[in-house]
């Protein structure tokens, strides 16, 4: 398979949305918390690995020690990733973390689903995540001018802040 969608927390996606997406034959990875019908779920973040994961398979962290877990640690240094080291870049975010980890999984497509829209949203544990403005910088350029070397990306959110190619549904469904 050389398409994954990462599937993400932005108020962009819709309920209907999401079960199309489900509906989709390509790798998805969800890093928000919809695990229904999801082939990974990747997350960065401490809390998330008490959730129940109905047994779908994580991208994380080494650190966590969890079963049934592609495990990594956080480090690359502006290399995306380094396979001898077990490292993934981030510049911050978990959609970065995936599109690394995409990178050296050799896919050629990936599709952003309220993935790096940039928006506030509240955690698990009822915290909110507000992304600084540098961050989101940096993330926007890792992606415009880091990733899309490697990567053909693509977002489903036609107000994006990316400079990536928009698409919509009628378009994936149309890809296989």
């Known amino acids: 398979m050389d398409t994954a969608i ?54 994380t962290l080494e650190c966590y020690n969890l079963d049934n877990a592609e495990a990594y640690k956080i480090g690359a240094k502006g290399r995306i990733f380094d396979a001898k080291r077990n490292e993934l870049e981030t510049f911050g975010f978990t959609h970065d973390f995936v599109l690394s980890w995409c990178i050296l999984k050799d896919y050629k497509n990936v599709v952003l689903a309220g993935a790096a829209d940039f928006c506030s949203y509240k955690h698990d544990n009822g915290q909110y995540f507000n992304p600084s403005p540098i961050c989101i910088q940096n993330s926007i350029n890792a992606i415009n001018n880091i990733y899309s070397k490697y990567l053909n990306i693509y977002t489903l959110n036609p107000y994006s802040k990316l400079t990536v190619n928009r698409i919509t549904i009628g378009d994936l469904k149309q890809w296989h």
């Open 6 to 59: 990462i599937i993400g927390r932005s108020d962009f996606l819709t309920p209907n949305l999401i079960k199309s997406i489900q509906k989709l034959p390509f790798t998805k990875i969800s890093i928000n918390r919809h695990l229904e019908y999801m082939d990974y779920i990747a997350f960065i973040d401490k809390e998330a690995c008490e959730i129940d994961r109905k047994g779908t398979k994580a991208i």
